[in-house]
C-alpha cells in the first residue's frame, strides 16, 4: 500500500498556512486604521479583511436578492431572505460560525465600506458586480443598509414551516448535500438494486466511512420527519421514496453494525 508523501501538497494544510499568513497583530490593525482615517480610505477594502466580501454571508445574500430580482416576480426577496434564516438556524455549525444577527452587520459594515470608500470600486470584482446589479439605480450603500434592515426584521420572525414557505432549490442543496450527491452515484451504477448501491458507496469508503455513512442516515432521518408521505422526497429527488430513504437507513446501519460495533 503506497505510503503519504509527507511533502506532497495537501489542502487543509494550504489553508492552515494561508490563515497563518494572514494573521494580523492588534498593533499591525491600530496603524492600519489609523492610516486608513487619514487617506480617506476603509480598512476593509484596503486588505484588511479581504475574504469578507469574496466570500461569506455578503456575498450569499447579494446572490439572493439578484435572484430575486432576475425572477421576475416568481421570487420574493423575503421569502428568499426566509429560507436563509431558515437555512442557519436549522444548522448549529452555520449558526456558530455567522449567525444572521451577524450576517446583518457584515451588510452594514459592507455599506460603511461602500460609502466611506470610492463606491464599489476597490472591492473585489465580483463583488463589485453583484452590488451593482442588486443596487440598480439605487445608491450602494444605501441599497445594502436596506438589505441589512430587512434581515434583522425578519430575523425577528419564527422560522417558517415547509408547509407554509417550501424548500427552494438552493436550499434543498444545502439541507440534503450527501442525498443530492446520491443521484449521481445511482446515475453511474444504472440497474444495480439500490441497496447494492447504498452498500458500494459506503463500503468504497470503509474504514473512513463514518462522515458519510452518518451524513446518509442522518439527512435521510430528517427528510422523512420534515416530509412525511410516500413520496418523501421525489418531488426533488426521483429515487428518494419513503420506502427507498427507509431501506437506504437499513441498508447504512447495516454495515456500522458488521463492520463498526
Not at 62 to 85: C, F, N, V
Not at 95 to 106: E, K, P
Not at 198 to 226: D, I, M
Not at 249 to 261: D, G, K, L, Y
Amino acid at each position: 500500500m503506497p505510503q503519504p508523501n509527507p511533502s506532497a501538497t495537501h489542502p487543509d494544510r494550504e489553508s492552515a498556512q494561508w490563515a497563518t499568513q494572514q494573521v494580523v497583530t492588534p498593533d499591525e490593525q491600530l496603524i492600519h486604521r489609523r492610516h486608513a482615517r487619514s487617506t480617506g480610505s476603509h480598512p476593509a477594502v484596503e486588505g484588511a479583511w479581504p475574504s469578507l466580501f469574496s466570500d461569506g454571508p455578503a456575498p450569499r445574500l447579494l446572490d439572493l436578492a439578484i435572484q430575486a430580482q432576475e425572477s421576475k416576480g416568481e421570487l420574493s426577496l423575503d421569502d428568499e431572505i426566509r429560507r436563509y434564516i431558515r437555512v442557519v438556524r436549522g444548522n448549529w455549525i452555520a449558526n456558530w460560525n455567522c449567525s444572521v444577527y451577524t450576517a446583518s452587520g457584515v451588510l452594514e459594515l459592507t455599506a460603511d465600506s461602500v460609502e466611506h470608500g470610492e463606491g464599489p470600486a476597490p472591492f473585489p470584482p465580483e463583488f463589485q458586480k453583484k452590488v451593482e446589479q442588486a443596487a440598480g439605480d439605487v445608491n450602494p450603500a444605501e441599497y445594502l443598509r436596506m438589505l441589512a434592515e430587512i434581515v434583522r426584521i425578519l430575523d425577528r420572525e419564527p422560522s417558517l414551516e415547509y408547509g407554509e414557505l417550501p424548500m427552494g432549490g438552493w436550499e434543498f442543496r444545502l439541507t440534503f448535500p450527501y442525498l443530492f450527491g446520491f443521484d449521481a452515484i445511482l446515475m453511474d451504477e444504472g440497474d444495480q438494486e439500490f441497496a447494492d448501491t447504498v452498500r458500494a458507496a459506503v463500503t468504497n469508503e470503509h474504514p473512513y466511512c463514518a462522515e458519510s455513512a452518518a451524513a446518509y442516515t442522518t439527512e435521510a432521518q430528517r427528510a422523512l420527519v420534515l416530509f412525511p408521505g410516500p413520496d418523501g422526497l421525489k418531488p426533488r429527488l426521483y429515487w428518494a421514496t419513503r420506502a427507498r430513504l427507509q431501506e437506504l437507513i437499513a441498508t447504512v446501519n447495516e454495515h456500522m453494525q458488521r463492520e463498526h460495533s
